[in-house]
């Protein structure tokens, strides 16, 4: 293959030496496509100069002016204060942590061109750590463009990172359709004023990358109709005693939905079916009851779970459920001692082990099974079509069942599952009492570990969530530890467990089992426990700062509680600092228990208004594309996939091109 100017790499750019090399490939950045791919989280508005003299509020600022003074004060940080005119007025800037040599250039009757937040200090204003120019003469006007903010890591400057996109932007880029190029640049440096360009820009983008989504739907369709797979005829009736020996009754939408899943288990056609139902409406045990359809014709099911913890849980879960009937269950996972791995791995290429469970590790490593029939995937809601790829590209091609809490939209799933054929779980077992849900501020704290510590004397344990995520990944489990700490000094005599993604497998899953097992009555945790975690004891949730977290997620949290016959109880636990966006929200969830309509009022409440934000989380399948939100565009994409395919295919092997290879995130990455 040729290499185009995409290609290249991001070391042909003027000044970049190994230091800064490094500094990209940790943001993700090897060559000039991932540059251009990495966009900017949000923009400044420095296009207009503000007179000093007319600084009197708050906010962010672009001002000129000359140096009439610096000095070092020796305050709690030490600080460079620098003082300039710009005719009409003065204005202090505040500097922090200047190296001798960067002070030096502050010298007098020099310019200065800054950008920063003002505040108010007592009687006068002052500008703290600006971004800055300095100059011998006036520069000209201010750029027209808005100034992006990138998504930046140590060792790499906001302003180095604008001067590489800058230079890869001016190289003469390629205008075809199906290129992205033009709207990458456009994203990069919109005019002020001109939010139209971004809408337009993000559109084009999304469309495209929407149509190489259904370039690669329609291969999956065509593949998958030419594919055979076991078929899976009823048996010697497993499933009849297993029902009898549950102890519960199946819903009728649970037996609808298994009744659609085994007439398909009978065909020779590969099934590739969404089992959708919210959070405690039972999908696990419609998924056993397919593992024993292919248990009982000597198959196997390996069982995928997005994390080693819901891999052990789900394990627990068949080898009861299917241990009494002489069906082997299996475990694997990384934190698995050598000898104990090996054990299992043989377990699986011998067919001894019908059921196997683990992460998605277990199709992307080398498992050899004897006899795979069917792959079930847990808490698939990531919009990814990636191990379809994935077992396709191995050849092969057992049933799948995918299963998801993630309410989906009938349009929605029409088109962008169209390779799949969807099943609904639309009723939650009997006797489940709502989940009491309360808003509440920090200020009630006292009363809270009071009512807390009640509740677990009584004999109920809780989970105690703390949802601080920011760019460092540190942070999360940092405030959870802060949180932990202070638990323990509150709430003596309760013994208090702690969880983050930071922890080691096995550690983990050992908290996770003492909780399980009673011997953790609290369970501090970060949003790690959000999927799937099934302790019928606990009844409590406290979610702290949970106007950081989308409405589904905070239902999926709050399914944790409220699983078993005892009421739920979940506690949003704010400081008092909530946007009114934010309050909405959280009496949306207090208010409403259904997923399906709290997805639908979470599209609401995110509005046309977010045109890049919240497509920059890396959770999403697409980088442009919002599938919730794009109905429309997804439908032109598919209309659009089909023309290309019967007269551009050049034009096809183009789209694939960029949206399936290269550093960004993307739907097959
Ligand atoms: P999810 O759909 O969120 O994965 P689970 O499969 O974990 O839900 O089920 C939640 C809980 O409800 C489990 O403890 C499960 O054993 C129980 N359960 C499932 N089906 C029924 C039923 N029909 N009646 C009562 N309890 C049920
Ligand atoms: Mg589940």
């Keep these: 293959m040729t290499e185009t100017l995409a290609d290249k790499a991001v070391d042909t750019l003027r000044g970049v030496g190994p230091g800064t090399r490094t500094s990209l490939k940790r943001l993700g950045i090897s060559t000039l496509r991932d540059l251009l791919f990495h966009l900017p989280f949000r923009y400044e508005d420095r296009t207009h100069l503000t007179p000093l003299a007319d600084l009197n509020q708050t906010g962010d600022y672009l001002v000129e002016g000359q140096i009439l003074s610096a000095h070092p004060v020796y305050s709690k940080t030490p600080a460079l204060l620098v003082t300039i005119s710009d005719g009409s007025a003065e204005l202090s800037l505040r500097f922090f942590r200047l190296r001798a040599q960067q002070a030096k250039v502050f010298a007098t009757g020099r ?12 009687r006068s204003i002052e500008m703290t750590h600006p971004d800055y120019q300095i100059t011998f003469d006036p520069l000209g006007p201010p750029a027209q463009t808005l100034t992006p903010i990138y998504p930046a890591t140590t060792g790499i400057s906001q302003t180095r990172l604008r001067n590489l996109v800058n230079q890869a932007c001016a190289l003469p880029w390629p205008q075809l359709e199906g290129q992205p190029w033009l709207a990458l640049r456009a994203l990069h440096a919109p005019i002020a ?3 139209n360009a971004v809408i337009e820009a993000r559109r084009t983008l999304a469309l495209d990358e929407l149509t190489a989504y259904q370039l690669v739907m329609n291969e999956l369709i065509r593949a998958r109709s030419a594919a055979r797979a076991q078929p899976l005829p009823r048996g010697p009736a497993l499933g009849r005693q297993l029902l009898e020996s ?6 009728r939408a649970q037996r609808r939905v298994l009744t659609e899943i085994l007439a398909d288990l009978e065909k020779p056609l590969p099934m590739l079916r969404l089992l959708q139902g919210d959070v405690g ?36 879960n068949f080898s009861r459920w299917l241990g009494g009937f002489g069906i082997q269950s299996a475990l694997l996972t990384s934190a698995m001692p050598a000898v104990e791995k090996r054990r299992v791995l043989k377990m699986i290429s011998t067919g001894e082990a019908k059921v196997v469970t683990g992460t998605h590790a277990l199709i992307q490593n080398q498992v050899a099974f004897s006899k795979l029939a069917l792959v079930v995937i847990d808490e698939q809601h ?16 057992p049933h799948q069942l995918v299963m998801t809490a993630t309410p989906i939209p009938r349009t929605l799933s029409l088109s962008m599952y169209s390779d799949m054929d969807v099943s609904v779980i639309d009723e939650l077992p009997k006797g489940r009492a709502p989940i009491a849900t309360r808003i509440m501020n920090q200020r009630h704290r006292p009363e809270l570990l009071a009512w807390l510590a009640a509740l677990i004397r009584s004999g109920e344990q809780s989970f105690w969530v703390c949802t601080l995520i920011e760019a460092n990944n540190d942070i999360p489990a940092r405030a959870a530890e802060e949180s932990f700490e202070l638990l323990q000094k509150e709430l003596p005599g309760i013994r208090i467990g702690l969880m983050h993604g930071r922890l080691k497998a096995e550690e983990k899953a050992s ?14 945790a970060t949003t790690v426990i959000e999927v799937g975690v099934d302790v019928l004891n606990a009844t409590a949730i406290v979610i702290e700062n949970p106007e950081r977290l989308g409405l589904a997620q905070l239902h999926q949290l709050r399914g944790r509680v409220g699983r078993g016959q005892r009421p739920g109880h979940c506690i949003l636990l704010h400081d008092g600092h909530l946007s009114e966006n934010a309050r909405e929200r959280l009496r949306a969830l207090r208010d409403c228990q259904d997923g399906f309509t709290l997805a639908e009022k979470d599209l609401e409440l995110r509005g046309p208004g977010e045109v890049l934000g919240t497509r920059q989380t890396g959770e999403d399948a697409f980088q442009f594309a919002d599938p919730a939100g794009d109905v429309m565009l997804l439908e032109q994409a598919k209309v659009r996939a089909a023309r290309i395919l019967s007269d551009n295919p050049e034009l096809a092997r183009q789209l694939l091109d960029t949206w399936s290879t290269g550093g960004h995130r993307s739907l097959i990455v």
């Design 111 to 122: 310019y200065i061109r800054a950008f920063g937040a003002v505040h108010q200090l007592g």
């Design 193 to 195: 004023g001109n939010t």
């Design 246 to 251: 549950l102890g519960f009754e199946l819903t």
């Design 281 to 316: 409406s039972g999908k696990t045990i419609v998924a056993a009851f397919a593992a024993i359809r292919a248990a009982e014709c000597d198959c196997q099911t390996a069982i995928m779970a997005p994390t080693e913890l819901l891999a052990g849980q789900l394990h627990n």
């Design 382 to 397: 990531r919009f990814g079509v990636h191990q379809r790829m994935l077992l396709q590209e191995k050849g092969l091609t």
């Design 511 to 524: 908290v996770f089992e003492r909780f399980r097992q009673a011997e953790i009555d609290l369970l501090v």
